[in-house]
């Protein structure tokens, strides 16, 4: 599934982790710089792995190219399902440790100032549309701050947070991820102390996020619970845990 909208402000991921048995991308933490053929095919396999082109979905992505910030490369990737096509552009760091679904923006001598510019530029906002930013403050993400961004015309106000490099020199106008390895996924996850099916300490234990509301979930739960789990018994340990959906 390819979603897209006017500001590219609202996306919803499902997440699914598992400890012994990793369907995430396989990536580990290195300093120095990766060959590009490593880095190009990283950018496919985390996509690919984290569900945002499933497979359906035909991608074709060119080769690195240079970017603004020089720490990072850029990939054109052009996806096509049913019929229509969709282009971005991604930013992969060339230690392989961060992946950008957007370019890095210079951002010039004001940072914030800077960042509005290239939101407007980005997303082909009018005057119409007021822009304001918040302050940077740091993120969850190391290396980075975050601003708050909010965007409003004719009383409707739309807010998003975007990411900023801690030089302050580059912005991020799209979702950010660290590409972590299998055990530093593992060990944010806490599952203590949480609703199981299986045995725990099972060869290997899925950690499902879901929403009582979301019919999706409700689809997944019950291919979980009737066909996966019956199959495999106690091989496998099911931790359930709640996310909820935003109202």
């Known amino acids: 599934m390819i979603l897209k909208s006017r500001l590219g402000w609202a996306v919803a991921v499902a997440a699914l982790s598992i400890s012994s048995l990793t369907l995430g991308a396989r990536q580990v933490a290195h300093s120095a710089p990766l060959p590009e053929a490593v880095l190009h095919q990283k950018i496919l396999t985390y996509l690919r792995e984290y569900g945002y082109f499933t497979p359906d ?7 690195l190219e240079s970017s603004q910030n020089p720490a990072y490369y850029e990939c054109h990737l052009v996806a096509t399902a049913n019929g229509k096509t969709y282009n971005e552009v991604d930013s992969i760091s060339k ?15 004001d940072p914030k100032a800077g960042l509005l510019h290239s939101i407007r530029d980005r ?7 007021q822009l304001s930013a918040g302050p940077l403050q740091p ?3 190391p290396g980075f701050y975050q ?4 965007a409003e015309m004719n009383g409707h106000k739309q807010s998003q947070y975007f990411y900023v490099t801690d030089d302050k020199r580059f912005a991020v106008l799209g979702q950010l991820f660290v590409m972590r390895t299998p055990k530093e996924i593992e060990s944010l996850i806490n599952k203590r102390d949480q609703p199981h099916s299986g045995p725990l300490g099972a060869p290997v234990t899925i950690v499902e996020y879901a929403d009582l509301e979301c019919p999706h979930c409700a689809e997944m739960q019950g291919f979980l619970e009737n066909v996966l789990l019956p ?4 091989k496998v340990c099911l931790i359930y845990k709640d996310f909820p959906i935003p109202s």
């Open 57 to 63: 979905v035909q991608v074709n992505a060119g080769p």
């Open 95 to 109: 230690n392989g440790r961060y992946l950008a679904r957007s370019a890095m923006y210079f951002l010039g001598p």
């Open 123 to 129: 997303f082909k906002l009018g005057t119409e549309w």
């Open 139 to 141: 993120s969850l993400v």
């Open 147 to 150: 601003s708050n961004v909010t």
């Open 231 to 234: 199959r495999y018994g106690n």
